[in-house]
C-alpha cells in the first residue's frame, strides 16, 4: 500500500515523522534512493518518503500552510487520476483548527477538490474517521481512495502546538504527584497572553500560539533555547502520552 500524509508546516511534519518512526516503526528513506514507487509531488525539501516492513510506503508533506494544503491535495488526486502503475491508496490531512469555523471551511475546500476528480465516498465526508470512496483513472480502471481529514486539536481551537502543550500538560498530572511541568506550562500561556499589552507583538493569533509552545520549552531545556525546533520536538516522548496516541490512532491503518 502506498499512502500520503499532508500537513500544514514543519512542526507538524517532524512531530509525525517522529511518531511514525517511534511508534509504528516506519523507517526514513533518503531522497537519493527513491524507486518507482516514489514520486514528487513538492520541493524535496517539503517531502519526505518512509518504509515500513509489511512493504508499505508512505510520503509525508508539507504544504507551508493550511491554505496551501487543498492545492496539494490537488497534485495528489490529479496523480492518480493518471493511473500510474503505484496510486495512493490512502491520503491522510492534517490541519490546526485555528479559527471555530475551520472545520466546515476545510472539510468543504477538501471535498471541492475531490469533486474535481470525480471522488465518490461511500458516505458523508466526517472528520477524525477513514472515509472510504473510489475514482475512475484515465486508463478506465476504478480504483478504490481512503481519506482521514484530521483537524488539531479535535475540540479546541489552537494549533498543533496547542494539541502537545496538552498532551504533556496532562502526563504532568498523572506522573508528577507536584505537576511542575503542568504550572509551568500554565504561567508560560499566561505571560503570551498578557505580555503585549499594546499590541506590538504576537498581533496573530497562530504567532501566539507558537510562542507558547517555545516559551515552556526555553524555560524547561534553557541549553537548548537556541536550538531549531526539529531538536526540541525530538526531546520529548511523545509516542509515550495518552492524548498523542489517542490523538493519532488513525495513523496505524498506514502499517497494514
Not at 509531488?41 to 515500513?52: A, D, G, M, Y
Request: proline share 4%.
Amino acid at each position: 500500500m502506498k499512502s500520503v500524509i499532508i500537513c500544514e508546516g514543519n512542526t507538524d511534519l517532524v512531530l509525525l515523522q517522529y511518531f511514525l518512526e517511534k511508534t509504528y516503526n516506519w523507517e526514513y528513506v533518503n531522497i537519493k534512493h527513491y524507486t518507482d514507487k516514489m514520486n514528487r509531488i513538492t520541493e524535496p525539501n517539503n517531502q519526505k518518503w518512509f518504509s515500513h516492513s509489511s512493504g508499505n510506503s508512505l510520503c509525508l508533506i508539507s504544504a507551508g500552510g493550511c491554505s496551501k494544503i487543498p492545492a496539494i491535495l490537488n497534485k495528489c488526486l490529479d496523480y492518480n487520476s493518471l493511473g500510474p502503475l503505484f496510486p495512493y491508496d490512502s491520503i491522510a490531512v492534517v490541519c490546526d483548527r485555528d479559527e471555530v469555523e475551520t472545520e466546515a471551511v476545510f472539510l468543504t475546500s477538501l471535498l471541492s477538490e475531490f469533486n474535481r476528480y470525480h471522488v465518490q465516498f461511500d458516505g458523508e465526508f466526517v472528520h477524525n474517521n477513514w472515509n472510504r470512496s473510489s475514482y475512475t483513472n484515465a486508463l478506465q480502471s476504478q480504483q478504490s481512495l481512503n481519506c482521514l481529514p484530521l483537524i488539531i486539536p479535535f475540540e479546541d481551537t489552537g494549533a498543533i502546538e496547542s494539541f502537545l502543550l496538552n498532551a504533556l500538560s496532562q502526563a504532568s498530572e498523572q506522573s508528577d504527584p507536584e505537576m511542575v511541568d503542568k504550572r509551568v506550562i500554565e504561567q508560560c500561556i499566561d505571560f503570551i497572553d498578557n505580555i503585549d499589552c499594546c499590541g506590538k507583538y504576537l498581533t496573530r493569533r497562530r504567532d501566539k500560539t507558537k510562542a507558547k509552545f517555545d516559551s515552556v520549552f526555553v524555560v524547561m531545556t534553557p541549553a537548548e533555547a537556541f536550538s531549531n525546533r526539529r531538536n526540541l520536538l525530538r526531546s520529548v516522548p511523545w509516542e509515550e502520552f495518552e492524548t498523542i496516541q489517542i490523538g493519532f490512532k488513525h495513523f496505524s491503518h498506514f502499517s497494514h
